[in-house]
């Protein structure tokens, strides 16, 4: 196992639960809450929970107890709840299973709520129309709104070509959030993501900079952060000296952790990684790394 790091990073930092465990359920989360406290991480993004069967008293005090805040996934979005769809029913039943999560974050007292609230996962329908990208604009600037009364920042996750046809690069997430009419939507970049889409991922950041609300680090291959094409080191400072003063979240993903389910919709066909503290203590370091060199870190120490 690695070395974990001698300092703990001097951000908000946010790590996925799917990294140590297949669910959400309390005896499986409390190992691994206990490792991403003492790493120095301060939030814990929770695989897509169902309001209706999530015991929120309960969850929420166990990570409480630890010092982490959650951050909820949004889902449930499906051919009869789409917020993009000409069918205004269809379109009410998205944003009501999208406010449906909200209300599940404000129970866990969690303040923001990740996820992909604009469409169906996947490209079942082919290419995203101009309409639909408009009409789910307008619903999730709404559902945002509705967030932010409740003390709670929605982001929406920019996915690459193979998860989704809506939104791919930091561009189209701008063009996005000026559609939706919300003061309050916030962008998701991701630089698993980025690496396939963008040509630039600094500059892609930049343009994201004005309503970014969550950069998440993944690499290339899904596994360590120190492995793969993507430099985690050098997009940390650049995004810090480019004025980003948000929450940083790391995320991986390996088959033999994940539910068969979920490894088969993310296409997870191995297991880049094998231990969770493992991975969680390889990101914290190399993130204090990249503070370290930025201007807002101690520069050269």
Known sequence: MSERPAARPLLDLACHANVFVADASLESLRAPLDAMAELGYSRIVLPPLDPASTDAVALGSILADRGLAPITIAGGLSAVADVGSPDPDVRAAGAAALRGVVDLTAALGGDQMNGVPYGVFGHPYGPTTADAFARSAREVGRVADYAHERGIMMTFEVLNRYETSAINTAAQAIDFVALSGSDHLRIHLDTF?????????????????????????????????????????????????????????????????????????????RDPFRDGVEFAADAARLIQRGYTLSQVGPRGV
């Open 193 to 269: 993501h980025m690496a396939i889409e963008e040509a630039d991922m600094a500059e892609a950041i930049r343009v994201a900079l004005p309503k970014l609300g969550y950069l998440e680090l993944g690499q290339s291959g899904r596994g360590l952060l120190s492995t793969g094409v993507v430099d985690i080191v050098d997009i940390v400072r650049s995004t810090l000296d480019a004025g980003y003063s948000g929450r940083v979240g790391v995320e991986a993903f390996s088959r033999s952790i994940l539910s068969a389910g979920a490894g088969d919709m993310l296409a997870i066909w």
